[in-house]
Nanobody, 123 residues
Framework: QVQLVESGGGLVQAGGSLRLSCAASGSIFSINAMSWYRQAPGKQRELVATITSGGSTNYADSVKGRFTISRDNAKNTVYLQMNSLKPEDTAVYYC?????????????????WGQGTQVTVSS
């Protein structure tokens, strides 16, 4: 019923920039918090950044000052602008959204994940 589709990953040199996008589609009534997570090989998935429906943001200490999360509510899309990238930022990046879905005459709130997009930063 709901899909999150990510784009924008790739290979970049250290110090470079990338912009990730994640668009939600389906029977969406409303979207609450939207977040980006990442998972490096052999490590646990970690929260990178979160933005609420009202635009409040929160970042992991490791990306503060370098990454910026934003959203376009009209497009049901969240972005992650990543600047001054480091090799340790290499990971699969996943978007996550808390979405209220219309099912018949009811609303159903659940957390949805994208398929992930690879970001590789070379030294």
């Amino acid at each position: 019923q709901v899909q999150l589709v990510e784009s924008g990953g790739g290979l970049v040199q250290a110090g470079g920039s990338l912009r990730l996008s994640c668009a939600a589609s389906g029977s969406i009534f409303s979207i609450n918090a939207m977040s980006w997570y990442r998972q490096a090989p052999g490590k646990q998935r970690e929260l990178v950044a979160t933005i609420t429906s009202g635009g409040s943001t929160n970042y992991a200490d490791s990306v503060k000052g370098r990454f910026t999360i934003s959203r376009d509510n009209a497009k049901n899309t969240v972005y992650l602008q990543m600047n001054s990238l480091k090799p340790e930022d290499t990971a699969v990046y996943y978007c996550n959204a808390d979405i209220a879905v219309v099912t018949g005459t009811s609303l159903y709130l659940d957390s949805y994940w994208g398929q992930g997009t690879q970001v590789t930063v070379s030294s």
